[in-house]
C-alpha cells in the first residue's frame, strides 16, 4: 500500500506540476480541491465531482464534528462511505472556523472552546481532539491544528499565535503518531503561520521542518490582505518550506489567485468559490466572471463558455440558466456549480500541461490579460 509519494515531474520557473500518491489514488498537482464543508459538495453529486477531473475533495473538520458528528460518521463506515466519495479526502483541522464562526470562544495553550454556532452546546477543540476527529472521519490527508488570526492584528499578537500554532504543530504530530492514521495510509500537513511578516513565516517554516510533516500549507491568506499582499508573502513563504514535499494554500481562490500562486510554487488549493458562486448566479469564463441574473442573457443563446467543454456548455444556453437563476430553481444552482467546477479543473489541467511544456509565463499572461474582468460584468 502507497501512504504517501510526492513526485514531481516537471518545473518551470518555481512552479511544478507532478503528483501525489496514496490509497484511494493519485492527486495531479497543481491540484484544487473542491470544498465538501459538510460531507458533500454543494449542489453536486460525487460521479458528477469526479468526472469535472476532481481527484480530491476538502472535508470541514469543525462542522462534520457538530453535524452529524465524527463519532458516527466513523460507525457509518467512514467519510468516504458516508458521502460516496471513495478518492482521497484532506480534511482541516477546524481551526479556522472556530476563530470565524464560533459564538463565545475561549483561546488557552489547552486548545479553543467554543460555543456551537447550531445549538449553542459548548466544545473543546485542542490539537489531541482535533486528530481523533479526522481519523474517525477516515481522512487522507489529515490537517495540524493552528491558531488563525488577522494579518491586521499587532505584532505581538500575530507572533503569539504563530509560535503557539507551532507548539500545537507539534501535539498534532505527537497525537497523530500515537494513534492509528500512518498505519491506516493517513497524511500529516503542517501549516505554517505568521501573517505577512518574512521574518515570523521563516520561524514558523523552521519549526515545522524540524517536527517533521507529509506536506506543508501556506496558512493564514486570503482572509481580507487583498492580492497584492498576498502575492508579496508567496514570493518568498513557499520556498521556506521543504522543496521535496507538497505546498498547499489554504482558502485560494480565485482564478488568477491560483495562476499567480502557482507560478510562485504553491502545488495544492482549496475555495468555496465555484460552489458558492454558482448557487448565486455567478460563472466564470476564460472571459472573466458573468452574473447570469443580468437582464442582457435574457435571451442570449449562446454557451457560458463558448471554449468550455462541460456538459452545462454542451446543453443549455445563457438565456435558460438566466431563468433558472431568476426563478430560484435548484436545477439553475446545479449547473452553474457544475459549469464552475469544470472551469477549476480545466484551469488546473491547464496549468500543468503548461508547465510541463515549459510554456507557463506565455499561458499565465495570456489568461490575465483575457480574464480580465469587463465593465459591468458583476454586481
Given at each position: 500500500m502507497i501512504r504517501f509519494r510526492f513526485n514531481v515531474h516537471a518545473t518551470d520557473g518555481r512552479a511544478r506540476t507532478g503528483e501525489i500518491a496514496m490509497r484511494r489514488g493519485v492527486i495531479r498537482t497543481p491540484a484544487f480541491m473542491p470544498v465538501g464543508t459538510a460531507a458533500t459538495v454543494k449542489a453536486m453529486k460525487p460521479g458528477d465531482v469526479a468526472t469535472a477531473g476532481a481527484d480530491i475533495i476538502l472535508g470541514n473538520t469543525y462542522h462534520l464534528m457538530l453535524r452529524p458528528g465524527a463519532e458516527r460518521v466513523a460507525r457509518l463506515g467512514g467519510l468516504h462511505r458516508f458521502s460516496g466519495w471513495e478518492r482521497p479526502i484532506l480534511t482541516d483541522s477546524?481551526?479556522?472556523?472556530?476563530?470565524?464562526?464560533?459564538?463565545?470562544?475561549?483561546?488557552?495553550?489547552?486548545?479553543?472552546?467554543?460555543?456551537?454556532?447550531?445549538?449553542?452546546?459548548?466544545?473543546?477543540?485542542?490539537?489531541?481532539?482535533?486528530?481523533?476527529i479526522q481519523r474517525l472521519l477516515g481522512s487522507d490527508i489529515v490537517m495540524a491544528f493552528d491558531e488563525l488570526v488577522p494579518t491586521t492584528s499587532a505584532p505581538e499578537v500575530q507572533a503569539a499565535a504563530m509560535e503557539r500554532s507551532m507548539r500545537w504543530a507539534k501535539r498534532s504530530r505527537d497525537a497523530f503518531d500515537a494513534g492509528d492514521e500512518h498505519a491506516a495510509g493517513a497524511a500529516l500537513f503542517g501549516i505554517q503561520q505568521g501573517a505577512l511578516?518574512?521574518?515570523?513565516?521563516?520561524?514558523?517554516?523552521?519549526a515545522l521542518l524540524g517536527i517533521g510533516f507529509d506536506g506543508y500549507a501556506v496558512g493564514g491568506l486570503a482572509v481580507g490582505e487583498g492580492q497584492e499582499a498576498m502575492f508579496g508573502c508567496l514570493d518568498y513563504?513557499?520556498?521556506?518550506?521543504?522543496?521535496?514535499?507538497?505546498?498547499?494554500?489554504?482558502?485560494?481562490?480565485?482564478?488568477?489567485d491560483i495562476v499567480g500562486a502557482v507560478e510562485r510554487g504553491i502545488d495544492m488549493f482549496d475555495c468555496v468559490l465555484p460552489t458558492r458562486s454558482g448557487r448565486t448566479g455567478q460563472a466564470f469564463t476564460r472571459e472573466g466572471p458573468i452574473n447570469l441574473r443580468n437582464a442582457r442573457f435574457a435571451e442570449d443563446q449562446g454557451p457560458l463558455d463558448p471554449d468550455c467543454a462541460c456538459p452545462v456548455c454542451a446543453?443549455?444556453?445563457?438565456?435558460y440558466l438566466h431563468h433558472l437563476v431568476r426563478a430560484g430553481e435548484i436545477l439553475g444552482a446545479m449547473l452553474m456549480t457544475e459549469h464552475n467546477i469544470w472551469f477549476y479543473q480545466a484551469l488546473m489541467a491547464d496549468l500543468r500541461a503548461a508547465i510541463a511544456g515549459a510554456r507557463l509565463e506565455a499561458f499565465a499572461n495570456e489568461f490575465r490579460a483575457r480574464y480580465a474582468r469587463p465593465k459591468g460584468e458583476l454586481t
Open positions: 477546524g481551526g479556522y472556523q472556530v476563530m470565524s464562526l464560533a459564538d463565545l470562544t475561549k483561546r488557552s495553550e489547552e486548545g479553543v472552546s467554543f460555543k456551537s454556532h447550531l445549538d449553542g452546546t459548548r466544545h473543546l477543540l485542542s490539537p489531541e481532539r482535533s486528530m481523533e511578516d518574512e521574518r515570523l513565516r521563516k520561524a514558523s517554516a523552521d513563504a513557499p520556498g521556506q518550506l521543504a522543496p521535496d514535499k507538497p505546498r498547499y494554500l489554504m482558502g485560494v481562490g480565485k482564478p488568477d446543453t443549455w444556453s445563457r438565456a
